[in-house]
C-alpha cells in the first residue's frame, strides 16, 4: 500500500463502544466519520441486500465483536492434499487490498472491512486451545481473512499480543503480507514471537493482478530490513499464475531474493498454484476488467476448486523449485494444497502425512533437531 489505509466511514456496534480496542482505532483515525449501530449483523444485511449507490466496502471499516470462533483450522483438504495444520486467527474479515484472485470475493458475505474488538475474547480462546493441546507446538496465522499487516497502524496488534504469545513459546505466530508496514515490528524486537512472511509473485503479477499491495521490491526490501534487526522470515510463491512470459517473471524475483535476502535467514517458502471456487471468476471478471488470470485451461480439483491442468502445474513448480534450490538450497520447500504425486514429482518425496508436513515445519522455526521433535510435541 503507498499510505497506510485510512476508512472513509467507520461503523461501531453500541455494545462494543467502550471496548480498548475501540477506542484506539477511532482516536488513530481523526476525522473519520462514525456511525453507531445497533446491531452489526442488521446492517451487514441491510448493505448486502440493498447496497448505497456508490458503496464500497473495502473503504468502510466495521468495528464488532466475533460472536464465533477466532480460531480455526485452515480448510485444507487434508485427504486429497497435503496440508500442513496451520491454524486460523481471525482478526477480523475482509482486506484494503484487492488481489484479483482474492477467494474472499466469493467466500464473504460481509461488505465492510470488518474488525473484531473482543481481543479479550480471542485470548481466552487462543488460551484454552493451548491448553488442550499441551506442550503441542501450534502455528497460528492470522492472514486468512486479510492481510496481516494492513491495518497495523489502527489495530496495534502486533505490540498488544507479542506478551501473550512470548509466555507460550509452543504457539507462533505468522503474520503473512503483501505490505511494506513493519513499523510496529521495528519498535521492538519481537522476532522470538513472529514469523513475518511475504507474498511474492512475478512483478507482472504484482503490478498487475495485486492493487493496494506493496510493489515487489518495496516488499524484499521490508523482509531485509525485519532480517537485520534478528527476524527470521518466510515466503509465499502463491497463486502461481501460468501468464505469458511466466518464467522470466519468476526467475526475476528469485534473483531479487538472492541479491538481498541471505538464505539462512529464510524458514519456509511455500508454493501454490492459481485455483478458485468457479463463481470466483464472473465476480473477479466484473470487480476488474483487466485481469487475465482466469484465462487458461482449468480443471476441476478433489477440493472443487478450478486448477490449472497438472502438466502446467508441474511445469511451473519444477522451474520454480529449481531457481529455488539453487538460491538456497537448504530451505525448506513445501507445497500448499498438492497432490502426493506432485510432491514426488518435482521434491522427489512426499510428506507421509499432513502431521509429518507439520512436524518439519514446526522444526523449522523451533530449531529443534528434526529426530528430536516428536519429543518437544511437533507433530
Ligand atoms: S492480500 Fe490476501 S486477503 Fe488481501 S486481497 Fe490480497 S489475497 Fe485477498
Redesign the pocket.
Known amino acids: 500500500m503507498d499510505r497506510p489505509f485510512r476508512p472513509d466511514t467507520i461503523f461501531v456496534e453500541q455494545a462494543v463502544e467502550s471496548y480498548p480496542l475501540t477506542g484506539s482505532v477511532l482516536e488513530r483515525c481523526p476525522g473519520v466519520p462514525v456511525v453507531m449501530v445497533h446491531d452489526a449483523a442488521a446492517l451487514v444485511k441491510q448493505f448486502q441486500d440493498d447496497p448505497p449507490a456508490g458503496f464500497n466496502g473495502k473503504r468502510n471499516l466495521l468495528l464488532c465483536r466475533n460472536r464465533g470462533r477466532f480460531l480455526e483450522a485452515c480448510p485444507g483438504t487434508g485427504r486429497a492434499y497435503r496440508c500442513c495444520q496451520y491454524l486460523i486467527l481471525n482478526t477480523g474479515l475482509g482486506?484494503?487490498?484487492?488481489?484479483t484472485?482474492?477467494?474472499?470475493q466469493a467466500y464473504l458475505n460481509n461488505p465492510f472491512l470488518t474488525l473484531f474488538v473482543n481481543r479479550d475474547d480471542m485470548l481466552r480462546e487462543l488460551e484454552r486451545s493451548a491448553r488442550l493441546a499441551p506442550g503441542r507446538f501450534l502455528r497460528i496465522g492470522t492472514?486468512?481473512?486479510?492481510?496481516s499487516l494492513?491495518l497495523e497502524h489502527l489495530t496495534g496488534f502486533v505490540p498488544a499480543i507479542a506478551g501473550f504469545f512470548r509466555q507460550r513459546p509452543h504457539l507462533r505466530l505468522e503474520l503473512k503480507?503483501?505490505t511494506a508496514l513493519t513499523a510496529s515490528l521495528q519498535e521492538h524486537d519481537y522476532s522470538d514471537v513472529f514469523i513475518v512472511s511475504w507474498?511474492l509473485n512475478a512483478e507482472a503479477i504484482c503490478s498487475g493482478e495485486?492493487p493496494?499491495?506493496a510493489a515487489l521490491p518495496e516488499r524484499i526490501m521490508a523482509a531485509r530490513d525485519l532480517i537485520d534487526r534478528g527476524y527470521r522470515v518466510g515466503f509465499h510463491f502463491d497463486p502461481l499464475i501460468a501468464f505469458d512470459g511466466w518464467q522470466e517473471g519468476y526467475r526475476a524475483t528469485v534473483e531479487l531474493l538472492k541479491k538481498h535476502i541471505p538464505p539462512e535467514r529464510v524458514a519456509w517458502i511455500s508454493i501454490g498454484s492459481l485455483r478458485f471456487m468457479p463463481r470466483l471468476k464472473h465476480i473477479a471478471q466484473t470487480a476488474c476488467a483487466s485481469t487475465a488470470i482466469y484465462t487458461g485451461e482449468f480443471v476441476t480439483g478433489l477440493d472443487g476448486k478450478m486448477r490449472y491442468l497438472q502438466e502446467i502445474r508441474l511445469e511451473l513448480y519444477a522451474r520454480l523449485v529449481g531457481w529455488l534450490r539453487e538460491y538456497g538450497p537448504d530451505i525448506y520447500l513445501y507445497f500448499c494444497m498438492e497432490s502426493p504425486y506432485v510432491w514426488e514429482r518435482i521434491m522427489g518425496a512426499a510428506p507421509s502425512s499432513n502431521w509429518e508436513l507439520k512436524r518439519i515445519l514446526d522444526c523449522s522455526i523451533s530449531g529443534c533437531p528434526r529426530e528430536t521433535c516428536a519429543e518437544n510435541g511437533h507433530g
Open positions: 482486506c484494503p487490498l484487492a488481489c484472485y482474492c477467494v474472499l492472514g486468512e481473512y486479510m492481510d494492513a503480507t503483501k507474498s495485486e493496494g499491495a
